[in-house]
C-alpha cells in the first residue's frame, strides 16, 4: 500500500545507552503525524529494546539487513525468524553500504528479499547508482539493472509489502542531496520500469522513498514531488529534533 513513510536508519551507531536515550527523545518529542509513518532501524543488538520501547507508540522498528538462510552454521548471522520473534517485520536490504563494503551480490539479495517476505515480513530495497555511473550518465540502466537482479522476482501478492528506497550513493552521507527534480526523475523511472513488467496499478501503490543527505533544510521541497513518498534518512535520523522536524516536513 502506498503510503508516506520516514524511516531512520541508525547505521553502526547507538549502544543501548545511547539508543534508550535518543528514542526516550523521540518519544517525548513526537506528535502523530497522521498520514506519515515513522520506522527506526536501530543496529541488531537493540532491536528488542527498541521494539519493547515503542510497542505503544505507532512507530515502526526495522533491521538494517538480514541473512537469506532459514538457519544454521552462518557464523556471526542473524535469520528473519530471530527478527520476527522479536517483534520486527521490517528490514532493509540491499543498502549501498551493504553492497559495496559487505559485496553483496545482486544474486544474494534477491535470495535476502524472497527469505524475508516468505517469512511474512515487510522490505525496504535499497537501490541507486554510484557517481563515476551518473557521471557517465548510466544511473538508468545501473538502477533497473539492481531492481530486475533483486527484485523483479516477487510475486505480484508480494508486492503490498515491498518498500522501494532510491539512495544515489554518491548523495549519502556526503552534504551532498540529489536535486529534488533528479529525485523524481528517477523515482518516475522505478514507478514506470515496475509498471512495465507488474502493470500500472500496482506500480501506483508502491511506496518510493529518497535517501541522501536528507535534512530538515531539505526534505519539504524534495517530499513535494510526485513520486517521493518520504526518505530513508541516515545522519540526521541520529537526532530526535531533525529527524521529526523531517516527519513534519510532509
Ligand atoms: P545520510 O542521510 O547520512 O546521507 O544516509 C542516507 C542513508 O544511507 C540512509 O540509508
Redesign the pocket.
Known amino acids: 500500500m502506498r503510503q508516506k513513510i520516514v524511516?531512520?536508519?541508525w547505521?553502526m551507531n547507538n549502544d543501548l545507552a545511547q539508543t534508550e536515550d535518543l528514542l526516550g527523545q523521540l518519544k517525548n518529542q513526537w506528535q502523530e503525524n497522521e498520514g506519515v509513518r515513522v520506522i527506526v532501524?536501530p543496529a541488531f543488538t537493540n532491536l528488542h529494546h527498541a521494539f519493547e520501547s515503542l510497542r505503544k507508540t505507532s512507530i515502526d522498528v526495522a533491521a538494517q539487513n538480514m541473512n537469506e538462510n532459514s538457519e544454521g552454521a552462518f557464523t556471526g548471522e542473524v535469520s528473519a525468524r530471530m527478527l520476527t520473534s522479536i517483534g520486527v517485520k521490517t528490514v532493509?536490504i540491499g543498502?549501498?553500504?551493504r553492497r559495496a563494503i559487505f559485496r553483496e551480490t545482486d544474486e544474494v539479495l534477491a535470495k535476502k528479499v524472497n527469505a524475508a517476505l516468505e517469512n511474512d515480513m515487510e522490505v525496504i530495497f535499497?537501490c541507486g547508482e554510484e557517481l563515476n555511473e551518473r557521471m557517465a550518465e548510466r544511473h538508468f540502466e545501473v538502477v533497473k539493472s539492481q531492481l530486475g537482479k533483486g527484485i523483479f522476482q516477487v510475486s505480484e501478492a508480494h508486492w503490498k509489502k515491498v518498500v522501494i528506497?532510491y539512495?544515489p550513493v554518491w548523495?549519502?552521507?556526503?552534504?551532498e542531496?540529489a536535486s529534488p527534480e533528479q529525485a523524481q526523475e528517477m523515482h518516475a523511472f522505478i514507478r514506470k520500469t515496475i509498471a512495465e513488467k507488474f502493470g500500472e496499478t500496482l506500480a501506483d501503490d508502491v511506496s518510493i522513498l529518497y535517501?541522501?543527505?536528507?535534512?530538515p533544510g531539505n526534505a519539504q521541497e524534495i517530499f513535494a514531488k510526485e513520486d517521493v513518498d518520504g526518505?530513508?534518512?541516515?545522519?540526521?535520523?541520529l537526532k530526535a529534533e531533525d529527524f521529526l522536524a523531517i516527519v513534519n516536513a510532509f
Do not use: D, F, R
Open positions: 524511516a531512520g536508519n547505521k532501524a532493509i543498502h549501498s553500504e535499497c528506497a539512495e548523495a549519502i552521507g556526503t552534504g542531496t535517501g541522501g543527505s536528507v535534512k526518505g530513508l534518512i541516515g545522519g540526521a535520523s
